[in-house]
């Protein structure tokens, strides 16, 4: 991560530019360890940089829950503050060459927000959870180019090993996404996926509650597959496969197809591995039988306009709030310099919980650097979290 070490550390008056970067505002956190945020925009993107004491040295660093993408940014806008504070460089792993034009985002990776606020469209759309290797996801689009395939994956390298291939097989019509596949579905609309692959999950035997495949992401599923759309487990594990046949005799209406041993155009590499061990390989595949209504999301994420209360801070910081659909935690507070104040927030599902700031200025609430995405448990969150603020 780019980072530089200062002779001394040289505070600026805000606001402040230095060429293109512009820095807003700084806030000192509460509490033991201090380090102070500095309000950060370069092209477009919002971020603080980190500034902290790392023994005898100043160490400025960027913020890990605002840091933007490509480390580019951040390493220009250290530069930038470093040059605009008269701060003196000692060490620094940040070189000075401009944008790498080969490090920019890949066309193929997509963040969670791309999904929530505007689904693709295209005739047809198929899902892989857990694609691993991505061997079966990159040999579907390939043989049918006029489909497109969303992939999720939570394990980065296997994102960046699809990421490549994608690169060197040129293929338009495949979307990578870091995402627990859990959440994933609730951005999807009903009725618009023809097909769910969900190819050798994580077995969790002893932690059945971890496994992808339950209830509420089979409710999901059918919701999101059009009439004949198919959600297709194949696993090597007789336990994973009872289950999913019990998970799927829960719904009202579907049908189930079952097989033994059947052999398919593509194995992955955990198919060879069980296949030379002998081991048997089920399918078990639920076909939706239904057309789902709409599914709407209620609320957005704005605050009610009647004055926050700063006496509030003390009551609500480094506390922990749990409820049946996911969390709110307010981890740390930070003081803003010329007034007001600011939490560091987790919150959301327990699965995937979203980290941002929450700044409160002359009573006025806003997140940074943008408003959580759009799901059920951010807006219950939310809502909660409003709520305290106005107690
Ligand atoms: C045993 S591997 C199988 C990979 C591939 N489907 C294959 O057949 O070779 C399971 C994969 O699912 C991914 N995974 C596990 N839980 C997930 C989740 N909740 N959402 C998305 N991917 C998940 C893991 O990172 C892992 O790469």
């Known amino acids: 991560m780019p980072h530089l070490h200062l002779d001394t550390f040289n505070t600026i008056p805000f606001p402040a530019v230095e060429g293109e970067v512009s820095f807003d505002f700084s806030a000192i956190s509460r509490g033991e360890g201090k380090e102070s945020l500095i309000a950060t925009r370069y092209k477009d993107r919002d971020f ?24 580019f940014l951040v390493k220009h806008a250290l530069l930038a503050y470093a040059n605009h504070s008269g701060s003196t460089i000692i060490s620094s792993n940040v070189d000075t060459a401009g944008e790498n034009v080969h490090l920019k985002q890949h066309d193929a990776l997509k963040s969670v927000d791309f999904f929530a606020t505007d689904f693709p469209s295209a005739s047809e759309v198929r899902l892989e959870v857990g694609f691993g290797s ?24 296997s994102i960046e ?15 990578i996404l870091d995402y627990d596949a859990r959440l994933f579905l609730e951005f999807v609309p009903s009725n618009s996926l023809s097909r769910i692959y969900v190819h050798f999950p994580v077995p969790w035997d002893k932690k059945p509650h971890r496994r992808v495949i339950g209830d509420a992401f089979v409710e999901e599923a059918i919701r999101a597959l059009k009439p004949q759309g198919r959600l297709e487990l194949r696993t090597d594990s007789e336990n994973y496969y009872r289950f999913a046949l019990e ?11 079952v097989h033994k041993n059947r052999d398919i155009a593509i194995t992955s590499k955990y198919e060879d591995r069980w296949k030379k061990m002998e081991k048997n390989i089920y399918d078990v595949t639920l076909i939706n039988d239904m057309q789902s209504p709409e599914k709407r999301l209620e609320g957005e994420f704005i605050f009610s306009q009647i004055p926050i209360n700063d006496a509030i801070l003390p009551k609500i910081e480094r506390q922990t709030y749990r409820r049946e659909w996911g969390f709110l935690n307010a981890e740390a507070s ?6 007001g104040w600011m939490i560091r927030l987790a919150m959301g599902s327990f699965d995937r919980p979203e980290h941002l700031y929450l700044i409160v200025k002359n009573g006025q609430a806003r997140y940074f650097p943008t408003v959580p995405v759009r799901s059920s448990t951010n807006l219950k969150a939310h809502i909660l979290l409003d709520e305290l603020l106005h107690g």
């Open 334 to 339: 930070f003081d803003i310099h010329d007034g």
């Open 48 to 71: 603080f940089i980190l500034h902290k004491k790392s023994g005898e040295k100043d160490l400025l660093k960027s913020d890990k829950i605002t840091r933007p993408s490509p480390n």
């Open 161 to 175: 090993q699809a990421l490549k291939q994608i690169t060197i097989k040129n293929l338009a019509n495949i979307m």
């Open 247 to 257: 998970t799927y005799s829960h719904p009202p209406q579907v049908t189930f197809e």
């Open 134 to 157: 991505a061997r079966h996801l990159l040999h579907q689009a390939i043989t049918n180019p006029d489909i497109l395939f969303i992939g999720l994956e939570i394990h980065k390298p």
